[in-house]
């Protein structure tokens, strides 16, 4: 860390501001591969032979590709750049995206958009551990509470676009992702070149030297035990947390609340975990990052109760602006869990692990929903958020136990 805060390159002033934003920006496209369901059921009406779960495919295959890219992108930042990576997923973003409007068939379609998955895949554990390698403490955990608000914001930016585009002519939707550009020349400008060396210097130890076959490679820091917690907290936390991404609006109809209510309800989640993304670092500041995991799971816990236990706009309203700001205190937390004890040269692939673990719970979601729902008889979408908050509850306790084991982190002692 110090070493990259007090290289000479390293940037000052007004280049600093704007590397921040580069670094930041990351993070508006990691929500652009599902905002696309919006285009499910115009899909549907022009390829109509097409079953539901082909159609589904086009939001759920390029999260195979992207839980692959996870590992992949991981492994390879040390060797390839973490600048690079950067570039060459915002690249296969833009390509899967916009060159989905150009395939003629839905299984092109499909087929291409796993290049978006592969993309977003890449950028995701960028997006958390460029933040923790490139910036101090005090800075990273406010960056931390920003990056979790634009994923938030990014979410809304490409389906707004989108929505705005559809009132002329849906088919042309997929020029919101011209979005990619625009970010792409901001990461070139804006982060250093020297970032593609972070983790990869060759390391000097004290001591007799010791021969090696590749002259000049890093010795690379096997995981630490807070990765593999914070990838199985993070699969938990995805099977409880994807009742709101699933049933919001399958719930809203059996409840009676019309579609364009759970739509707007939906919306101003967004808006609520940008406030709360915003604020994180403040919050952090009075708990202390070591118990904010907790703190975070128990506010998921609370607005999932909300929803599945009532039925009017009102509650839902207060129900998902709880559940967002959770999820918005989550997501920086567990960036910081999966990283303690991490150095440059395996944080990228800490964070991936966490990744991977959280698309892999929300993937699975809808399967496991299912199960669960025959071995009781059955569960309705509205009961899919007590199910959410139980999942998420389990989280909560590994979380916890956790946390009550083991020493306040780096982050805790940064903050203090």
């Known amino acids: 860390m110090e070493a990259i805060l007090n290289h000479p390159k390293y940037p000052k002033g007004a280049r600093y501001r704007v590397f921040q934003v580069a670094v930041l920006c990351l993070s508006f496209m990691l929500a652009s591969v599902s905002v696309a369901g919006c285009l499910l059921g115009d899909l549907g009406q022009e390829f109509p032979n097409a079953p539901a779960w082909f159609l589904q495919m086009f939001i759920t295959f390029p999260t195979i590709g992207g839980m692959l890219a996870n590992l992949i992108g991981g492994g390879m930042a040390t060797t390839v750049g973490k600048k690079n990576l950067c570039l060459l997923g ?14 003629p068939t839905l299984a092109l379609k499909i087929a ?18 460029l933040i923790i390698d490139c910036f101090d403490g005090p800075t990273a955990q406010q960056m931390m509470g920003f990056q979790s608000a634009c ?15 559809m009132v002329y002519d849906w088919h042309f939707a997929y ?14 400008v804006g982060v250093p070149a020297f970032i593609n060396q972070v983790g990869s210097e060759p390391k000097v130890e004290e001591g007799p030297k010791v021969e090696s076959s590749s002259a000049g490679s890093v010795a690379r820091k096997a995981l630490p035990a807070a990765a593999f917690v914070g990838c199985i907290a993070q699969f938990i936390y995805g099977l409880g947390y994807g009742a709101l991404d699933n049933c919001l609006s399958l719930g809203a ?14 919306s101003w989640g967004g808006i609520a975990a940008l406030i709360g993304g915003i604020i994180f670092g403040t919050v952090v500041k009075f708990t202390g ?16 109760v909300i929803v599945g236990m009532t039925s009017t706009t009102m509650m839902w309203y207060v129900g998902v602006t709880v559940i967002k700001v959770g999820f918005c205190w989550w997501m920086p937390y567990v960036n910081f869990l999966v990283t303690d004890g991490c150095d440059e ?14 698309s892999l719970g929300s993937f699975v979601f809808g399967y496991v929903f299912a199960f669960i729902g025959g071995l009781v008889g059955g569960l309705g ?20 136990v956790y946390t009550a084991a083991h020493k306040d982190n780096k982050q805790t002692a940064q903050a203090a």
């Not at 690249?91 to 150009?102: D, E, I, N």
């Not at 970010?183 to 070139?188: D, N, P, Q, S």
């Open 175 to 188: 020029f919101a992702y011209l979005y990619c550009v625009a970010f792409f020349l901001l990461v070139l």
């Open 90 to 103: 915002i690249a296969l973003c833009f390509v899967g995206g916009f060159g989905a409007m150009l395939m």
């Open 112 to 129: 291409i958009r796993v290049l978006a998955g592969l993309g977003v895949g890449l950028i995701q554990p960028l997006s958390a551990s």
């Open 151 to 165: 994923v938030g914001l990014g979410a809304s930016l490409f389906s707004y676009t989108m929505a705005a585009i």
């Open 381 to 400: 979408q509205h009961q899919a958020f007590l199910y959410g908050a139980v999942m998420v509850a389990i989280a909560f306790v590994v979380v916890a």
């Open 253 to 266: 109809v059996e409840v009676g609340i019309d579609t364009t209510t759970a739509a707007a309800i939906a």
């Open 289 to 304: 990052m070591k118990w904010m995991g907790a703190i975070s799971l128990a506010i998921n816990v609370a607005g999932l």
């Open 345 to 358: 040269t395996n944080s990228a692939m800490a964070t991936a692990l966490g990744f991977v673990g959280n």
